[in-house]
């Protein structure tokens, strides 16, 4: 009798470490689904941030939000007339020798 409780232990045992390798593989492998999932969504959010970044930056440069370009007035002048010329002086006579 004391066969067969040996074979029995052996087998529970044996049953026992196969539930206890197979539960540390499932821990394992969600560990590395977590890790993995965290960098997908860190990468997919920063990428969110970028559009969102750059969503802004292209409407207010060329979309509805850009401010309307005003023309600037320009001076207009007219074109140069001819005015009064500014006469030469006359040479008086002086009365030194």
Not at 49 to 73: D, H, K, M, N, R
Request: proline share 15%; no cysteine; glycine share 10%.
């Amino acid at each position: 009798m004391a066969a067969g409780a040996k074979g029995r232990d052996d087998r529970v045992a044996r049953e026992r470490a196969r539930v206890y390798n197979a539960r540390q593989e499932y821990y394992r492998s969600r560990a590395q689904r977590r890790t993995r999932d965290n960098l997908i969504a860190a990468i997919a959010g920063g990428a969110l941030i970028l559009a969102a970044i750059g969503g802004q930056v292209v409407y207010f440069t060329s979309g509805p939000g850009a401010p309307e370009p005003e023309p600037t007035p320009t001076p207009t002048s007219p074109a140069p007339t001819p005015g009064p010329e500014t006469p030469a002086p006359t040479p008086e006579p002086t009365t030194t020798p």
